[in-house]
């Protein structure tokens, strides 16, 4: 570690263990697996990938990469390869590029790069094309569109991108989750990072989507059956509304660290304990049952 330009900060455990050490380079706190150190690897805010571009930005270099290339950030810094809510400067349109497409000089503002905008009238051919009828207005590619499918009369809200990309109905697409079934709502914490997350899957899926957590190193705490996917689905949005929104706690890991995605559901152990979590996760879900019964 020390010939990588790293101090260890604690005893070594084994090859695969995150270590913690500062680098003596840039002086941050990071934790390098030995085995990746081995092969070449050191660092990862002073690394470069194979484009010469650095493998990990702090927050604030994030934003003085995204106000260079002349986008104002309207949040925080969410991870290299997720999409960052930001104002153009030069046109003042509002776009959501990624910090590693900005650095690759690939997206930046869509308007300003001169992509055009696809016509109301084209993305609906495109929805209605995939068996979708629009129930409002067209707003852009990436925002959710309510449109009822019309094979099984159900209401959904896809993307224009998905569908484009093959996405249709999630209740009448074949394989993966079943959102008309059963399913549940878990939350895991990972005692190397730090971390909590809270997620979803189908009751049936859930033991494939257990062990590939297991094998980063999450430990399971308390599941929470639901009557469908859509009921868990609603569980974990309020909880995250919640978090984000009232409690302003942001994301806490990146994708980097979470191989099999689910990074913004993650949430820093610092700022909510476990047991306050699972208490949150079981209020809101009281009150959508509530709400549920209330309704006409």
Not at 45 to 67: F, I, N, P, V, W
Not at 143 to 152: G, K, L, N
Not at 264 to 285: K, N, P, R
């Amino acid at each position: 570690m020390r010939a990588a330009g790293l101090e260890p900060l604690e005893t070594y455990v084994n090859a695969r263990m995150p270590w913690r050490c500062r680098c003596l380079t840039c002086g941050r706190e990071v934790s390098p697996r030995l085995e990746t150190v081995r092969r070449g690897n050191g660092c990862r805010y002073c690394g470069s990938d194979r484009a010469g571009l650095k493998r990990r930005l702090d927050s604030a270099e994030a934003e003085e990469t995204m106000q260079a290339a002349g986008l104002e950030p309207l949040g925080p810094y969410p991870g290299r390869g997720l999409p960052w809510p930001c104002r153009c400067v030069r046109c003042g349109n509002r776009v959501s590029p990624r910090l590693g497409n900005v650095l690759r000089r690939e997206s930046g503002c869509l308007y300003c790069a001169g992509r055009q905008r696809i016509t109301d009238d084209v993305a609906a051919d495109v929805m209605l094309s995939a068996g979708l009828e629009p129930l409002e207005p067209y707003d852009n590619a990436r925002a959710s569109w309510r449109c009822r499918c019309m094979h099984c009369g159900r209401e959904v809200r896809p993307t224009l991108t998905r569908v484009r990309a093959g996405g249709r109905c999630r209740y009448c697409a074949v394989g993966g989750i079943k959102y008309g079934e059963p399913g549940l709502v878990y939350v895991i914490t990972q005692p190397v990072h730090l971390a909590h997350k809270i997620g979803i899957s189908g009751q049936g899926a859930w033991s494939r989507r257990r062990k590939n957590h297991l094998r980063e190193g999450w430990l399971l705490f308390r599941t929470l059956n639901r009557a469908t996917v859509d009921d868990a689905i609603a569980v974990e949005q309020a909880v995250l509304r919640h978090l984000r929104e009232v409690l302003l706690l942001p994301p806490y890991l990146t994708n980097e660290f979470m191989p099999y995605w689910g990074a913004g559901e993650t949430v820093s152990a610092d700022g909510i304990s476990l047991i306050s979590l699972w208490g949150l996760t079981l209020q809101q879900a009281r009150s959508l049952a509530a709400k549920q019964l209330s309704s006409p």
